[in-house]
């Protein structure tokens, strides 16, 4: 990416939204290319502007942030934008709903303007994010919805090794945590994750903590 990250802000509260484009915007290697304040204002923004990554809302009118990224990111979509959704709402379904939409990663708004900025910055150079908080609380109360797929993990095509780099992703660790964790290099790391994506039919990291989740991977 030779220019600036282009990024589009939805979100219902002005104060909210102007205040992430003002933190966005302040950075020399991040554009705030639009605005708005409903879902469907978004998809059309991001279908029109094409920005590198969307910051999504959840709860908006017209048309609510889930439905937005499925629109932008889901499955079927032949040219999925990037979406971070950024909500209120930890223990709820919709970071479940959100992650099923497509959604490349999930922060809540209590999160330091850092980690807001970092999480841009990741999800636009391809990879997923998901808030520590998030990863350690996804299945909590939505288990059973979480865990329909069933199966073994003898049934998973994948390597012992490769199902314990599965687990420590699915924990919420970084590809640093895990080499630390397993004893390996980095570089091991990454290997392992990308093998486990492609044998998998994964897109991201996202992916396969709803993966390892729906399996029972990870308790």
Known sequence: MTGPIRVLVADDQALIRTGFA???????????????GDGRAAVDL?????PDVVVMDVRMPV????EATRLLAGSGVPDPVKVLVVTTFNLDEYVYEALRAGASGFLLKDAPPPQLLQGI????????????E????????????????GGTPGEIPLTPREL??????AEGLSNGEIAAALVISHETVKTYVSRILTKLDLRDRVQAVVYA???????
């Open 164 to 169: 314990e780099v599965l687990r420590l992703i």
């Open 63 to 66: 048309l609510d942030g889930i």
């Open 213 to 219: 989740y729906r399996h029972g991977l990870v308790t």
């Open 121 to 132: 910055r990741t999800v636009a150079a391809g990879a997923a994010l998901l808030a520590p």
């Open 46 to 50: 991001a279908v029109r502007l094409r």
């Open 134 to 149: 998030v990863t350690r609380q996804l299945v909590g109360r939505y288990a059973a919805r979480i865990r329909p797929a």
């Open 22 to 36: 003002t933190i966005i915007g302040a950075q020399p290697d991040l554009e705030v290319v639009g605005e708005c």
